[in-house]
Nanobody, 124 residues
Framework: VQLQASGGGLVQAGGSLRLSCAAS????????MGWFRQAPGKEREFVAG????????YYADSVKGRFTISRDNGKNTQYLQMNSLKPEDTAVYYC??????????????????WGPGTLVTVSS
């Protein structure tokens, strides 16, 4: 499975961005997908996840109500709509997939394939 994230960039606080993650290989519709982020000097953290066939979604408390994860199984793509962005959302955002599990994991160790990341910078 190969993942490629896009859509990062520079945005002012309060603005919006939509990240995309295109997947190739494997059976996309059955895989849990997730987004993580890593800010400078910090550990990579869970942002949001979405289950394969049943579209259950989970969010980190820090992004609930502002971010929305979704997927289009016909396009083998997942999305992260980010609204009301804050400077503390600045990080490299990574998409990941869990090809082995059946639940939406919230740690890095639940995911076995990762994309290269896309930088999101939110200015104050």
């Amino acid at each position: 499975v190969q993942l490629q994230a896009s859509g990062g960039g520079l945005v002012q606080a309060g603005g919006s961005l939509r990240l995309s993650c295109a997947a190739s290989g494997g059976t996309f519709r059955s895989y849990t997908m997730g987004w993580f982020r890593q800010a400078p000097g910090k550990e990579r953290e869970f942002v949001a996840g979405i289950s394969g066939n049943y579209d259950r979604t989970y969010y980190a408390d820090s992004v609930k109500g502002r971010f929305t994860i979704s997927r289009d199984n016909g396009k083998n793509t997942q999305y992260l709509q980010m609204n009301s962005l804050k400077p503390e959302d600045t990080a490299v955002y990574y998409c990941a997939t869990d090809t082995l599990g059946f639940t939406v994991g919230r740690t890095m160790y639940n995911y076995d394939y990762w994309g290269p990341g896309t930088l999101v910078t939110v200015s104050s």
